[in-house]
């Protein structure tokens, strides 16, 4: 059984840091493709940050310089350190797998990131 479970939900005050994880179990970690998506209310689910089988990363403009995603193949995770956070930022963010020659596509549950005063 796949999962993908992800944690660090939480109220953030503009300006503050949280570092999401995502924990992954029943897939070859490291030949997967991982992403961190958001979705926030009335908007489409866009992708944040991604980094590859082999450690390169890619970000969304919007977060560029801020956020920052990393994997520990060892611990069958991967990360979302998230620094000078905007209101904008708030959203649900979902922990996504890949690997595209298997046809193979993972979602976790999502967790809650909030940017309030």
């Known amino acids: 059984q796949v999962q993908l479970v992800e944690s660090g939900r939480a109220l953030v005050q503009p300006g503050g840091s949280l570092r999401l994880s995502c924990a992954a179990s029943?897939?070859?970690?490291?030949?997967?493709?991982m992403g961190w998506y958001r979705q926030a209310p009335g908007k489409q689910r866009e992708l944040v940050a991604a980094i590859t089988t082999g450690g390169s990363p890619n970000y969304t403009d919007s977060v560029k310089g801020r956020f920052t995603i990393s994997r520990d193949n060892a611990k069958n995770t991967v990360y979302l350190q998230m620094n000078s956070l905007k209101p904008e930022d708030t959203a649900v963010y979902y922990c996504?797998?890949?690997?595209?020659?298997?046809?193979?596509?993972?979602w976790g549950q999502g967790t809650q990131v909030t940017v309030s005063s």
């Open positions: 996504n797998g890949k690997r595209a020659e298997r046809g193979t596509n993972y």
């Open positions: 029943g897939i070859l970690f490291g030949r997967y493709l």
